[in-house]
């Protein structure tokens, strides 16, 4: 079975202090791997994904995320933080070869303390 | 591009009434669309996948005379809850995705409270 895993279920951060948000995947297949916002009441927003090439992805909002393949891991990042980032963070995985399903981790709850 | 809408955003509801929910893409056709069930502070659980045309696919241990799931534009799925209950209370998201794309693009939620 596949499966995403986010370590962190909470991570709280100065404002303007960097950000890494954890994620681990397993697959011994190819795979696609997001990263998606949410903001209270809200649904999912796109920040990056990584289908192929370069394993550094650059996103929206100052995120970028970097593509381990040995270590199977794609944790997000951004260098300074601003209290508009507070949020719920998921990452997923999609297997372009064995369906439609999407496998999101539990989240992360990023807190920015001004 | 790629938007998603849901209607209504938020729903109130009576025990065993029945509540329907809109999941609409705006600028793309949408091959298959997804439903989701959210509950506080947890991830998204997948309830249905849906492709235009044929009946949904749901996920283990999901209700289908419960959760009853239409797709019959390539731009419009419908979720109904049949005869909710407090226990169905919960955040409804739906996504779609159109033929040949990797990426699911999400609709904004509906807040189904029943009372």
């Known amino acids: 079975a596949q499966s995403v895993t986010q370590l962190d279920s909470q991570v709280p951060v100065f404002e303007e202090a960097p950000v890494e948000l954890r994620c681990n995947y397993s697959?011994?297949?190819?795979?696609?791997l997001f990263w998606y916002v949410q903001y209270p009441n809200q649904g999912l927003q796109l920040l990056l994904k990584?289908?192929?090439?370069?394993?550094l992805v650059k996103g929206i909002n100052g995120f970028e995320a970097e593509f381990n393949k040995s270590q199977t891991s794609f944790h997000l990042r951004k260098p300074s933080v601003h209290i508009s980032d507070t949020a719920e963070y998921f990452c997923?995985?999609?297997?372009?070869?064995?369906?439609?399903?999407?496998?999101f981790g539990t989240g992360t709850s990023l807190t920015v303390i001004p | 591009g790629a938007v998603v809408s849901q209607h209504p955003s938020r729903v109130i509801c009576k025990s065993g009434t029945s509540v329907k929910i809109e999941c609409r893409s705006l600028?793309?056709?949408?091959?298959?669309m997804f439903w989701y069930r959210q509950f506080p502070k947890q991830s998204l659980m997948l309830m249905a996948t849906?492709?235009?045309?044929?009946?949904?696919?749901?996920e283990q241990g999901v209700e289908k005379d419960k959760f009853l799931i239409n797709h019959a534009s390539l731009t419009l799925s419908t979720l109904t809850v049949t005869s909710a209950h407090p226990e169905d209370s919960s955040f409804y998201i739906c996504?779609?995705?159109?033929?040949?794309?990797?990426?699911?693009?999400f609709g904004p939620g509906t807040r189904l409270t029943v009372l």
């Open positions: 996504s779609a995705r159109y033929g040949g794309s990797d990426t699911q693009y």
């Open positions: 697959s011994s297949v190819s795979v696609y």
């Open positions: 990584y289908l192929s090439g370069s394993t």
């Open positions: 997923a995985a999609f297997h372009p070869n064995t369906g439609n399903q999407f496998y």
């Open positions: 600028d793309f056709q949408a091959t298959t």
């Open positions: 849906s492709n235009e045309g044929s009946k949904a696919t749901y």
